[in-house]
């Protein structure tokens, strides 16, 4: 929950044009919540509800933090191709996801080797601290956008051929 309320604090930075603070509360969200999991493996806390909520809450963090990069991007103008830019990295970001979580009948970790693992949620945070960082909202938009669809465009080559056009039960036996 820390890290959604920093991620928080990052969007209403981004949207009051605070892009320095943004960056660094998005880069501090993210190890807050790499923070919460390793502690919670420490002290034996872990349960199956816990990485459920974790993942939900880092969706909407996801979200928050790329929105308001969109708006601190579109600054004060309607500009159509900024906002869609931030609709493709935000869906990028979530297939992302979603295709890790999604590839049944092989170990998750499949995706965490190699090209297919470039656009983790590290790698995508830190891209929106550097990109802040710089003072480059849409070139750090559009680099989320094109990479985060790649890769998944990536997974899903990878999965078809991993997978192939087997059933669930040919995989299991």
């Known amino acids: ?10 969007f209403l930075c981004f949207a009051y044009g605070y892009p320095i603070a943004a960056a660094l509360l998005a880069q501090a969200s ?4 790499g923070v919460d999991g390793d ?3 420490l002290k034996g806390l872990t349960s199956a509800f816990g990485g ?6 880092d969706r909407y963090t996801d979200a928050l933090i790329i929105l308001g990069l969109t708006l601190w991007a579109a600054g004060d103008e309607s500009s159509v191709t900024v906002w869609m830019t931030g609709f493709f990295a935000l869906a990028g970001t979530f297939a992302v996801t979603y295709s890790r979580a999604r590839i049944e009948g ?3 970790s499949v995706f965490d080797r190699g090209i297919t693992s470039l656009a983790s949620r590290d790698i995508r945070l830190l891209l929106i601290m550097v990109g802040a960082l710089a003072g480059q909202g849409f070139s750090t938009l559009l680099v989320l ?3 985060t669809n ?3 465009l990536m997974r899903l080559v990878q999965a078809r051929r991993l ?5 669930a039960k040919e995989r299991v036996s």
């Open 1 to 10: 929950m820390a890290s959604l309320g920093v991620a928080l604090g990052s």
């Open 30 to 33: 993210s190890v807050l919540d």
């Open 39 to 41: 502690l919670a493996r």
């Open 52 to 57: 459920f909520m974790d993942a939900v809450i």
């Open 106 to 108: 092989l170990p998750r």
């Open 145 to 147: 956008a094109s990479l």
């Open 150 to 152: 790649a890769v998944t």
């Open 163 to 167: 997978l192939g056009g087997t059933t």
